[in-house]
């Protein structure tokens, strides 16, 4: 796996999760843009939302994707973040039964339960994928879908940009950035049981255009992916 060291162009001071999102917390909703992950959710075609009645969303943050997800029909919603200050605005949302502050690669929730797990935007701060796989299929019922939204490595790399935000009073901060190739999550998901269905890559077009004037520099990029998986039998 590529070190992001090598690509950054930003240079910005690092900061690790837990003090990143617990400091972004507050501006968090008016900086993350829909076209990143839930206009991706949307191209899903392999996906019966409705149909479940038993879902984890890990990394679950403020709780966007929980609200997307409720919109959509899914029920029985568990989140799961690390950061406290992130889970307490997704409990004022509503949306999710239960909450739990914890690792998305170890969670206290039963296995083989869910028909719906969902991860997006987390990715890149994990080192390894391996263990977030594992931790999917364990949750999922053989047949339930794992739906995985990431901010796409050739972004990373050619714009040399890791996931940042504009703290209050230090200026711009990078939280722990990690690359991931598209193959590495092919070999982990299959390494963990899962079978890829469905993929979609977002480009910097004029939507994002409007939104950020000087990406026009990155237009035609991939600025962000999804992958939909689903659970094999266990053997
Ligand atoms: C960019 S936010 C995404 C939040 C939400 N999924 C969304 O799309 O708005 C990344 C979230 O991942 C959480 N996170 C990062 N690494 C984690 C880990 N190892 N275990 C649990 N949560 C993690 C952070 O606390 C943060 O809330």
Known sequence: MPDFAR????????????????DWTPSYEATVEDAMDQALLERLTSVPWDEARRAVDLGCGTGRT????????????????????MLALARAKGCYDELFEGDVADTPLHGDSAQLVSCCLVD?????????YREARRLLRAGGHFVLVGYHPFFIMRAGMPTHFEHATRGPLAVAT?????????????????????????????EWVRMKPKWER??????????AWRAQELA
């Not at 690509?7 to 617990?22: K, Q």
């Not at 929980?66 to 200050?85: M, S």
């Not at 190739?181 to 963990?192: C, K, P, Y």
């Open 178 to 206: 990690h690359v991931h190739l598209l193959g590495e999550h092919v070999a982990a998901g299959r390494g963990a049981g899962l079978n890829l269905v469905e993929m979609h890559e977002r480009l910097v077009d004029d």
């Open 66 to 85: 929980g609200q997307w997800l409720a919109a959509h029909g899914v029920q029985g919603l568990t989140g799961v973040d690390l950061t406290p200050e």
């Open 124 to 132: 890149e701060h994990l080192a390894q994928l391996e263990p977030l």
């Open 7 to 22: 690509f950054d162009s930003r240079s910005y001071p690092t900061v690790p999760v837990g003090e990143g999102y617990r």
């Open 218 to 227: 990155y237009r035609d990029w991939p600025i962000s992916f999804v992958l």
